[in-house]
């Protein structure tokens, strides 16, 4: 069956009696999120012992293991069968961590229909996910928003889950009577700021971009943030087919820059929409599989990017 991440999260009295937890999605820091609290929430709830193991097929190789009470944590799905899921011992857990494939959306079906299997997608934070997480920040540290400005604040907040959480614990810095749109967007991040300045360099020459690029991104996280931070622009061009609609989505913050965003809407033909999903695929992989290298490939980005806007 399917849980959403978000309710585990926050759900302090979630009762964790699946034998098989199966995380995947694209959303990495999600993924690691729930990760961590299953793994945590299952030692302590259970004390089970964690194992890592590559797939099934080296807890099939030696029976015994089935003898203690374990949880193992799979990344591999070679060897996942219908039969041997249900031959599952009751005394163990299994954890299966996977990024989505077709692959994995097979395997995945067949955890769905069992009520003893907990099958958990993550990917971007959309609106009621933000409101669930915000109106649970806000209740738990006793803090009161306007209306107005809670919708501002859900604009302002980033759609990666680690990144969000980060941000919240910003908030805590202000004190509540100081809670206001001004020092929201300055607590939030001084680098969503600077993030959207490269951004809007786009339709200057490229010794700009690459001066106010090496200016501000210095490291791995630098370089994330501001890939992150412009996918979040380029999802409003690949998602909206109508340019009213396109102006309606634009985050309020934004609103100085609002023509300016229409402008490059305005470029973007359907081929050109194909050419960024196809560059935001190719840049995702990249930064992934070598992260060391993610101020250079954030940097490749850029400058692909401009040249998918004026071509």
Known sequence: MKVDPIDLILNKKFEYD????????????LMNKIKDLLIKSLKKSTSLDVQKIKNLKSVNQDVSLFNKKKLYVVDDLDEVEEDLIKSFDNDNVFLFY?????KVNSVKRKFIIDKKS????????????KI?????????????????????????????????????EKIKEIRPENI???????????????????????MNNNEDIIKAYNSKITNQAEANRLYFKIKKF????????????????IPKYLFREKKTLVSIYQRFSFK???????????????MRKNASLSVVFGLRFLLNLKKIIIS
Not at 18 to 28: H, K, M, P, R, T
């Open 18 to 29: 699946a034998n098989v937890y199966f995380i995947s999605g694209n959303e990495i820091t």
């Open 98 to 102: 996977c990024e989505n494939s077709p």
């Open 118 to 129: 907990f099958v958990i997608d993550c990917y971007e934070l959309n609106k009621d996910a």
């Open 132 to 168: 669930k997480i915000i109106n649970n920040f806000l209740i738990k540290n006793n803090l009161e928003i306007e209306k107005k400005l809670f919708w501002n604040f859900i604009d302002m907040l980033d759609n990666k889950y680690m990144l969000l959480e980060k941000e919240l």
């Open 180 to 202: 206001n749109y001004n020092n929201l967007i300055r607590t939030i991040s001084k680098v969503d700021l600077v993030d959207d300045k490269i951004f809007f360099k786009l």
């Open 234 to 249: 380029t999802s409003l061009i690949i998602e909206n087919e109508k340019e009213k609609d396109f102006e309606k989505n």
């Open 272 to 286: 050109k929409k194909k050419n960024l999903i196809n560059l935001l695929f190719k840049t995702d992989i990249a």
